[in-house]
């Protein structure tokens, strides 16, 4: 069944972004008008995904105020609020404890148009246990690089020269995950990539996304995102 719950990741600090972020949580900062995270948001319900986790924690409470119980924005929106920063894994394994099916896990810091349907056919094309959705980068040397056999995922070589990487396809921040998989997580904090995907060796798939992305982690990469996105269709 298509999953119907995603978690968003929006806890971070923003330090890159600083001095937008001294006032204004990440994910609230505007792209063209328009909050990072209810561009994330709006995408989800466009494509029927209205069971919404947002994880937050710096400034949680201007992101509360924003966005409520998500009746506004067409979704049923849920928080759950990390009182000391856990990491991409342990944000996503507390987030997801009553979650029982298979769902969809979001970096909130990113800037993109995924068409949610089709990553999920892959998912179960490969039978996978995660998909990972990649993206074609230019610069090798800023990203995580994926080394990949078919549609399965090898590894990833982090920043590597430009010799060194197996494609330009960067991890993309958007994952389909079954349900039991986080049990490889350690309690309290974890990195997601390192703890879980990198441990787990089989099962982990990728879907290359091929429309628009964009990182906006530090001021410029944030600029290039105001100056390029072109909205979602």
Partial sequence: MYPKTAIILAGGLGER???????????????????????????????????????????????????????????????????????????????????????????????????????????????????????????VTKFGIAELDGDKIIRFIEKPTVEQAPTNLNNAGAYFIEPGVLDILPEGKSSIERDCFEKLKEGIYAHKHDSQWFPTDDLEKYQTAQRQWKGLK
């Fill in 17 to 139: 972004l600083r001095p937008l972020t001294d006032t204004t949580p990440k994910p609230l900062l505007p792209i063209q008008g328009k909050p990072i995270l209810q561009i994330h948001i709006e995408n989800l319900r466009k494509h029927n995904i209205k069971n919404i986790i947002l994880s937050i924690g710096y400034k949680a409470d201007k992101i509360r105020e924003y966005f409520g119980n998500g009746e506004k924005f067409g979704v049923n929106i849920q928080y759950c609020v990390e009182d000391e920063p856990l990491g991409t894994g342990g944000a996503i394994k507390l987030a997801s404890k009553s979650i029982k099916e298979t769902f969809l896990a979001l970096n909130g810091d990113n800037v993109a148009d995924y068409n949610f349907e089709e990553i999920y056919q892959s998912h179960q094309k490969n039978q996978a246990k995660v998909t990972l959705t990649l993206f074609p980068v230019e610069d």
